[in-house]
């Protein structure tokens, strides 16, 4: 949840504000990632992260879970 955070300020520009919280090989992925992650796309994956947690969180197969978020993040961010 931090990342996509970070990765939704920096697409919004607040870089220079000293908004963005990145270190070493955040920042490097964060530099790719970040034109995916947008107004409109940020409170879906955030639902759909909070899901997956509580889904984990009870016990869940992790294997279909994970599959489904990685299905359902790849439509939110194209």
Same mark, same amino acid.
């Given at each position: 949840?931090? $990342?996509?955070?970070?990765?939704?300020?920096?697409?919004?520009?607040? *870089? /220079? !504000? @000293?908004?963005?919280?990145?270190t070493g090989e955040e920042a490097s992925f964060s530099g790719n990632f970040h034109p995916f992650i !947008?107004? !409109? %796309?940020?409170? /879906? *994956?955030?639902?759909?992260? %909070? *899901?997956?947690? @509580?889904? $984990?969180?009870?016990?869940?197969?992790?294997? $279909?879970?994970?599959?489904?978020?990685? *299905? /359902?993040?790849? /439509?939110? $961010?194209?």
């Amino acid at each position: 949840m931090r $990342i996509l955070r970070e990765n939704l300020m920096l697409s919004l520009g607040q *870089l /220079k !504000n @000293s908004l963005v919280f990145l270190t070493g090989e955040e920042a490097s992925f964060s530099g790719n990632f970040h034109p995916f992650i !947008n107004q !409109n %796309n940020i409170y /879906k *994956l955030a639902e759909e992260f %909070n *899901l997956v947690y @509580s889904h $984990i969180e009870s016990n869940g197969n992790a294997k $279909i879970i994970f599959l489904d978020l990685a *299905l /359902k993040v790849t /439509k939110l $961010i194209r």
